[in-house]
């Protein structure tokens, strides 16, 4: 079946440090895919998407590029901010359905000064 | 301002006892789903609805209902069923389905039920 599969954290990164948190799917159509972000004790909010291959979603300086032939779609950020501190979900959605999102478990990412 | 809410944030109950978490959206969305995390576990989908008097179960439906009477609520009732309930529920809206591609979901903020 449809699967997210997300590096472990916790990510432990100083101030300006460059940010990538590695995802990974698994498809059987042509999945459209999300990064989440979730800060403590809050919903999740949407930073980025991208709907096919090649394209670079983008948003608050992070990126990522869907990656058909790799099956990824890796989150980075040149330089990142302790306000950045949260936990960033890699989803997926494949269309002929019910616009159902498959989650990854999760990286929780800590950025001290 | 457009957006999802849910109430309340915090909701302490006993083991056996029913309880029904909020969920409204003003967005006008035509779509609402419900979602379950726990600690350090990626969210799993509950219900969901894509019209108005209509729902369907997710993957975890067991020890859960809905109901879907309004566009704008879509509420989620744990029952005593449920063998583990104390988890952290957010709800989500996206637009209409019909004829589209795949949409981004929206969230609310979530609440988190202790069950002791």
């Known amino acids: 079946g449809d699967s997210v599969t997300q590096m472990e954290g916790p990510v432990t990164l100083s101030e300006e440090a460059f940010l990538t948190i590695n995802c990974t799917y698994t498809?059987?159509?042509?999945?459209?895919l999300f990064w989440y972000v979730q800060y403590p004790g809050e919903g999740l909010q949407l930073l980025l998407k991208?709907?096919?291959?090649?394209d670079k979603g983008s948003n608050k300086g992070f990126e990522a590029t869907y990656r058909k032939e790799t099956t990824s779609f890796h989150l980075e950020k040149g330089s990142v901010q302790v306000s950045d501190s949260a936990v960033y979900f890699c989803?997926?959605?494949?269309?002929?359905?019910?616009?159902?999102?498959?989650f990854g478990a999760g990286t929780r990412l800590a950025v001290h000064p | 301002d457009g957006g999802i809410t849910q109430s309340p944030k915090y909701l302490f109950r006993k083991e056996g006892q029913n309880v029904t978490l909020s969920c409204e959206q003003n967005?006008?969305?035509?779509?609402m789903y419900w979602y379950r995390q726990d600690p350090g576990q990626g969210l799993r989908l509950i219900y969901y609805?894509?019209?108005?008097?209509?729902?369907q179960k997710g993957d975890i439906a067991e020890g859960y209902s809905v109901s879907r009477e309004k566009k704008e609520s879509f509420p989620l009732t744990v029952t005593s069923a449920q063998k583990n309930p104390t988890a952290f529920y957010l709800c989500?809206?996206?637009?209409?389905?019909?004829?589209?591609?795949?949409?981004?979901?929206?969230f609310g903020p979530g609440t988190r039920l202790t069950v002791t």
């Open positions: 989500a809206s996206s637009i209409s389905l019909t004829g589209r591609r795949i949409t981004e979901q929206y």
């Open positions: 498809a059987t159509g042509y999945p459209s």
């Open positions: 991208a709907t096919k291959a090649d």
């Open positions: 989803a997926l959605s494949v269309s002929g359905g019910y616009n159902k999102l498959i």
């Open positions: 967005l006008n969305h035509d779509a």
């Open positions: 609805s894509q019209i108005v008097n209509d729902f």
